[in-house]
């Protein structure tokens, strides 16, 4: 074995050079703004001593994630233009299935960092670092969303992961965010193992990584005994499966979500969840779309398993935080319904589906974010009871997300699953589509809990007298933006669904092959 | 002066049904602009928005073509290309007097009873709701009706869980979730029924005559697709094994919720069978017809059984108002003209009544603070007006001739027995245990010397006179004289009923008028 290799080192001036391949920088300009964003915060903050105003970090990633935002919308226009591409020895490429996932990142940068920003000085957290990571984490969600290569799928789902634990345990006060911490980053770091361990299966059967070429390979040959292969997909589904929470993959999720700092979580839940599904619909409706009659039974378990364990285990929850943790499995399953259906109708579904859920779960994460207080620890229902009495406006704007989230008439949430539920009848799953629809019935059940107690004054004299001895809660500037935006997105687009619906089916249908 | 005016605007053009819709919602939200302490002025912009929302509804009344058949004031907007979804209204005669209906009880609920605490949401809810309502009632688009009809779920359950009684909590959360576990089952069929449409090239859409033209499913799946409309609209009605939530909500809902919700949105569920069950599935509303007949005469014998024991008199209402839809369904799926005309005119006739009789509860609760039947007594005597004005309501309720109860279930027992003869026999003891209920409870309740508690009460405001003289006016004048309903409504019922015989081997039989005199 030693020799073997000595050998090949005595022979290396025999090897071909290695070829660099030619780097289209214009392809990923979204996602090398925000890393350059990251760079370069790090260095300012690294040779500047003196403290910046108040507010400044979070505006230079505010403006970052819009630039890169801009920067994707040039794309989607390019696209549009000009048609899809591939660029970087194919392994990137930019279609408007890409371009969407690029705007829906900046998206929950902009969001996010604006209500970090607040949390991170009450928390007395405040710093470059925690922006730098930010974006990085976005950087790397944004490459997963453009990848056309199984490597490039890798490596983004790696820096968007490694940036994410580190934000978990960002509380440094917080036991519990060490621990959420911890326990992502094991799991995590097997569920990278196998997806790593699917690509290479999937390249012993295929002799690709590349994405078009797996494709290509596949229609172009039959594969007589195809163990290799669906044990890779099988592995491929397990590593992007952990990543957006579908059940039986989920198991990090209750307590990740609960121990994350606040506004990590709905980072995590916006930005991390879309990024996960973006390679999940790429690789399986493309990639692997010949395969369909072999992975859509499989899909079709593991979403009705997501729908029906998310939906029944936030039942019994008590903390806010777990409890909408299970609602965002619940959530996974119905972007699975829209996958499960194997059809352009059925990605646009899934696609509006994150789209309109970006929106509702950045909003209600930004809600537990104020009403958790100084320390990140009130988070029991109990605090949110009697909170329409002292904050009317927090109370209705939490109640607009709650109400969006089980699918009310004339919110974003109930056309996102009417769209998926259309989708899986079209594609003649009548029992997905029931099952999808009675699991909404059981997740409006706590949804509605969580209303009822903010509407319910407090009975009990002690509380009253606890709740009356903290301060009242304040509305940072930042997160009143957020707030509105995400309010103003979920009833607007609701009433008036045109645009959005035709941006999620014009994504869907600009998918490159 | 004002609705011969607003005619005006409507022949020039004006979207009437549109408005009809959106005033309620425009005016919720401007109300939640205003002040909370404001209460004098929140008051007085809600309830002349829902004014104006029933002068609305008289001026389509007043413009309506009597003898058409089809749908008028129609409007049709593109809403969402992708599904071929349109904000398409319309009116015929089996929805006109359900919207005015709508018109005029809710400015009744809102003048109504008071309302002590946070005056502003309230106002507010009961605004959507009547937009919500009347979007119901109007929508000529699946989805359009979908939607509203889930969106009546939201305020509603506010209403409920905001200003109830004590067990109001339990009471909204299992109304609310009743009904979506319907409508879960409906969205699918919707859907399903939709696509399966677009066979042989035909394009997306949602709009319903154009589906209801197409019949272009199966026999067997459009069994199974009824049923799941069914299921929905059998929870909102509702029939028997699915009524449990209706007690529960009526009797911890404030007055108005009650009034609103026996009175407009129960409607639903029966308009729903008539409007989407026979019109969209002509062939197999005829086949499971004997389901639904044998739920509707379980649902009157059950609920009249059931209201003759009750000892809280609002929850002895709610219950009578399970009996009373089981009538409505019955005469919708007899399949005959006067079974159906009787049905939608008992529609109107429940919503009058049985608004009017929540509304006097509500007045006794206020005045006593109990419903118990067993505490009350003798309030002929302290309050006789009260008495006298629940005397009518009540008897309008038993079916009395010469009140307007008695017009539609009499239509209803006719036009079922020309066609399912026993369905109808059972039935007809319905009549009679309605009679035992309500009677025994005004004897229990009205009857005799008054207790100590029950001695000085206050009798009717002028207020509350004023509140229920339009509606004891209607039970009288569509008891006496109900042609002008009738003959807006048989048009469209007739056209229905030959709808169903165009796609299906249904034939209604024969029936002459000299038959009706034999029978009477």
Not at chain 1, 262 to 269: H, N, Q, R, S
Not at chain 2, 58 to 75: E, M, P, S, W, Y
Request: hydrophobic residues 55%; proline residues 4%.
């Amino acid at each position: 074995m030693i020799a073997a290799l000595l050998s090949q080192v005595a022979q290396n001036d025999q090897l071909p050079p290695l070829r660099v391949p030619q780097v289209e920088y214009k392809a990923m300009v979204p996602e090398l703004v925000l890393m350059g964003a990251a760079l370069l915060l790090l260095l300012i903050a690294s040779l500047n001593r003196r403290r910046p105003p108040v507010g400044s970090y979070a505006t230079f990633t505010a403006v970052a994630g819009v630039v890169a935002g801009v920067a994707s919308w040039q794309q989607w226009r390019d696209v549009a233009d000009h048609g899809a591409y591939r660029a970087v020895a194919n392994a990137i490429v930019v279609d408007g299935f890409s371009a969407f996932f690029l705007l829906l990142i900046s998206v929950t940068v902009v969001l996010g960092a604006l209500v970090s920003d607040s949390y991170l000085r009450r928390e007395e957290l405040d710093g470059p670092e925690f922006y730098v990571l930010l974006m990085l984490t976005a950087a790397g969600g944004m490459f997963m969303g453009a990848a056309n290569d199984l490597i490039v799928v890798f490596l983004g789902l790696e820096i968007l992961s490694i940036a994410l634990y580190v934000l978990t345990a960002f509380h440094r006060r917080r036991l519990e965010s060490q621990e959420a911490a911890m326990k992502y980053f094991l799991l995590g770091a097997f569920s990278s193992a196998l997806f790593l361990y699917g690509i290479a299966l999937v390249y012993g059967a295929t002799g690709s990584t590349n994405l078009v070429e797996i494709g290509a390979y596949l229609a172009q040959n039959v594969i007589v005994s195809n163990g290799l292969l669906l044990a890779g997909m099988g592995l491929l589904l397990v590593g992007l499966g952990f990543k957006v929470g579908a059940v039986p993959f989920h198991m990090w999720t209750p307590d990740v979500y609960q121990g994350a700092p606040t506004p990590v979580t709905g980072f995590m839940a916006a930005a991390s969840k879309a990024a996960g599904f973006a390679a999940l619909l790429r690789v399986f409706f493309t990639t692997f779309g010949l395969m369909r009659l072999d992975w859509q039974p499989v899909i079709w378990a593991v979403a009705v398993l997501t729908l029906v364990v998310g939906s029944t285990l936030a039942l019994v929850q008590s903390d806010i935080k777990r409890m909408l943790a299970y609602s965002s499995i619940s959530h996974a399953g119905y972007v699975l319904i829209g996958l499960q259906a194997g059809t352009s109708r059925g990605v646009a579904g899934s696609l509006y589906y994150l789209l309109a859920y970006t929106f509702m779960v950045l909003g209600s994460f930004a809600i537990v974010t104020l009403v958790g207080r100084r320390g990140d620890a009130l988070h029991d229902l109990d605090n949110y009871r009697g909170l329409a009495s002292r904050r009317p406006g927090l109370a209705l704007a939490f109640t607009v997300f709650l109400m969006a989230q089980a699918g009310i008439p004339f919110t974003t949430g109930f056309l996102a699953k009417f769209y998926v539920i259309t989708a899986a009848v079209q594609a003649h799953s009548y029992a997905i589509a029931l099952i999808g629809m009675l699991a909404a019935v059981v997740a409006a059940f706590f949804y509605l809990r969580v209303i009822v107690v903010m509407y319910t004054p407090t009975g009990d004299a002690d509380d009253d007298a606890e709740v009356a001895a903290l301060p009242r809660l304040r509305l940072p500037f930042g997160t009143g933006v957020v707030l509105a935006v995400t309010t103003a997105f979920t009833i607007a687009f609701g009433i008036v669904p045109q645009p959005m619906i035709d941006f999620a089916t014009e994504a869907s249908r600009r998918l490159l092959f | 002066m004002i609705a011969a005016a607003a005619a005006e605007a409507h022949n020039a053009g004006f979207p009437l049904l549109s408005a009809m819709v959106l005033l309620p919602i425009v005016v919720a939200a401007v109300i939640a602009l205003i002040p909370r302490n404001r209460t004098d002025i929140i008051k007085v912009v809600g309830l002349l928005g829902s004014v104006a929302t029933g002068i609305l509804t008289i001026v389509a009344l007043v413009d309506f073509d009597t003898h058409a058949a089809g749908f008028q004031f129609v409007t049709q907007h593109v809403w969402i290309k992708e599904f071929g979804v349109s904000w398409k209204l319309g009116l015929d005669g089996i929805s006109l007097f359900l919207v005015v209906l709508t018109g005029v009880l809710f400015p009744i609920a809102l003048a109504g009873p008071k309302v002590k605490r946070d005056v502003k949401s309230y106002i507010a809810w009961m605004l959507v709701l009547e937009g919500a309502c009347l979007g119901s009632f109007l929508a000529l688009d699946l989805l359009v009706f979908f939607l509203f009809f889930e969106l009546t779920l939201v305020p509603m359950y506010f209403i409920i869980a905001g200003w109830g009684y004590e067990n109001r909590v339990y009471a909204s959360l299992k109304f609310f979730l009743y009904t979506l576990f319907g409508s879960a089952f409906m969205l699918v069929g919707l859907v399903a029924l939709v696509f399966l449409s677009t066979k042989g090239g035909n394009p997306l859409t949602f709009d319903l005559v154009t589906l209801a033209d197409r019949q272009a499913l199966a026999a067997d799946t459009a069994r199974w697709i009824f049923l799941a409309f069914a299921i929905g609209f059998a929870v909102k009605v509702p029939l028997f094994p699915v009524h449990t939530w209706l007690p529960d909500a009526h009797t911890e809902a404030p007055t108005a919720g009650s009034v609103i919700l026996a009175g407009v949105l129960l409607k639903l569920g029966t308009y729903g069978l008539v409007r989407f069950g026979l019109y969209l599935f002509p062939k197999a509303s005829v086949d499971l017809a004997p389901l639904l007949l044998t739920l509707a005469v379980i649902g009157i014998t059950y609920g009249a059984l059931v209201a003759t024991v009750q000892r809280d008199l609002k929850r002895l209402v709610a219950y009578s108002s399970v009996a009373h839809l089981g009538f409505i369904v019955l005469g919708t799926f007899a399949f005959t003209s006067q079974g159906l005309s009787g049905g939608i005119l008992q529609m109107v006739n429940h919503g009058l009544s049985t608004g009017a009789l929540f509304l006097l509860v509500g007045m006794i609760y206020e005045r006593r603070h109990t419903r118990q039947i067993a505490e009350l007594n003798g309030l002929q005597k302290t309050m006789p007006v009260l008495a006298a004005v629940f005397m009518v309501v009540m008897l309008s309720s038993v079916g009395l001739p010469g009140l307007n109860g008695f017009v539609g279930e009499f239509l209803i027992l006719l036009g079922t027995f020309v066609t399912h003869r026993w369905w109808a026999v059972v039935a007809s003891t319905g009549v009679i245990l309605a009679a035992v209920y309500l009677l025994w409870a005004y004897q229990r309740v009205f009857h005799g010397e008054p207790s100590e508690e029950n001695r000085n009460l206050p009798d009717m405001t002028w207020r509350e006179r004023g509140v229920m003289l339009p509606l004891v006016g209607l039970i009288v004048f569509l008891g006496v004289y109900p042609k002008p309903v009738l003959d807006r409504i048989n048009p469209a019922v007739e056209h229905l009923i030959q709808h169903v015989q165009d796609h299906s081997d249904y034939r209604q039989p024969g029936v002459s008028a000299k038959h009706e005199v034999v029978d009477e």
